[in-house]
């Protein structure tokens, strides 16, 4: 279900904490607030589908293909089901969110899961995890993050693809470069085209109409390392 259609009183909820993280200077901080007050209930979690993003699963069919033991990372990876998805299809995932709870959360729901699930901070990313990646998953994470640092996430996303790697992004997409009203702040041509000067280029995209007025537009984008 997009933002928009959720309940009234969980986009106000959600509106205030990013406003008031914002405003405390730690965009981020709101993510864990919202995590510990849905208290297990996943109705609370606006992004929240309990399935592997359709949007991934499309790209998977197409592209995806057997991990045969590839690296994957998934990027504030929520409860868990991009990153089970890569698992059952053969790659060693590594999936990190800087909620605590919500990687609990994960661990308890998939108990036996071959994924690595971690606290960490996109911003500060590890060293290890440089260029290492032969997969890396970015959905909805980086629009969920306010255009003052969208630059520092860019890279930091780009940063863990391998020489050879591949990076899918899912996204929402806005037409112009004004700033937009969020969360969520989809990304406009400019912030894309940052991948590619981060070493990344532009192989496919599909882009999906999610409804609404004005029309929502939301796209998976699969860059290549260049090296
Ligand atoms: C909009 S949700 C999307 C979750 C998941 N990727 C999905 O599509 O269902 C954004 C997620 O990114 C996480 N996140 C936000 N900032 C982060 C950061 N700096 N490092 C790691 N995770 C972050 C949040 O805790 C949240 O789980």
Redesign the pocket.
């Known amino acids: 279900m997009a933002f928009e259609q959720q309940p009234e009183s969980l986009r106000q909820k959600v509106q205030q904490w990013s406003d008031e993280a914002i405003a405390q200077s730690d965009?981020?901080a709101w993510?864990?607030r919202?995590?510990i007050a849905a208290d297990g209930n996943t109705d609370q979690v606006?992004?929240?589908?309990l399935d592997v993003?359709p949007h991934i699963q499309d790209w998977l069919s197409q592209h995806g293909g057997r991990g045969e033991g590839r690296a994957a990372l998934?990027?504030?990876?929520?409860?868990g089901?991009?990153a089970e998805a890569l698992a059952a299809l053969g790659f060693a995932v590594t999936a990190?969110?800087?909620?605590p709870t919500?990687i609990a959360w994960c661990q308890k729901r998939f108990p036996e899961s071959p994924v690595t699930y971690l606290v960490?901070?996109?911003?500060k990313p590890q060293a290890a995890w440089l260029k290492r990646f032969d997969l890396v998953v970015?959905?909805?994470?980086i629009?969920?993050?306010p255009l003052t640092v969208r630059s520092e996430?860019i890279a930091?996303v780009a940063s863990v693809v391998a020489p050879a790697g591949t990076l899918l992004v899912?996204t929402r997409l806005r037409a112009t470069e004004a700033e937009p009203d969020g969360?969520?702040w989809p990304l406009s041509e400019q912030e894309l085209a940052q991948f590619g000067a981060a070493g990344l280029q532009e192989r496919q995209r599909q882009v999906f109409d999610l409804g609404g007025d004005p029309m929502i537009h939301q796209a998976w984008v699969e860059y290549a390392a260049t090296g």
Request: aromatic content about 12%.
């Open positions: 965009p981020t993510f864990e919202l995590y606006p992004w929240a589908r993003h998934v990027i504030g990876c929520g409860l089901d991009d990190f969110d800087i909620a919500a960490a901070d996109l911003f970015e959905c909805r994470d629009q969920a993050l996430a930091a899912v969360p969520p």
